[in-house]
């Protein structure tokens, strides 16, 4: 059973913590690391972004869940 946020099964989906938005990649591999750490659920998602000087920017996406994906039942 998946528990993605956009997963079609709404029995159970984990909360979102805290989204954050940036071009830091540094900064997001200790995002992950931390929530890791600490067994928070993570999506990182990557893209680009067009800039207003022309040209594309990369843009960082990282959705902190209060815990992993694949739990069917919160635990209690």
Do not use: C
């Not at 071009?23 to 998602?45: C, K, N, P």
């Amino acid at each position: 059973m998946s528990t993605h946020p956009d997963s079609t099964d709404t029995s159970y989906t984990p909360k979102v913590v805290k989204r954050v938005i940036g071009s830091d990649f540094e900064q997001f591999v200790e995002l992950v690391r931390a929530a890791a750490t600490i067994g928070l659920g993570v999506e990182l998602v990557n893209r680009l972004q067009p800039a207003p000087q022309g040209g594309f920017t990369e843009e960082w996406t990282i959705t902190l869940y209060n815990e992993p994906p694949g739990r069917s039942t919160p635990d209690r």
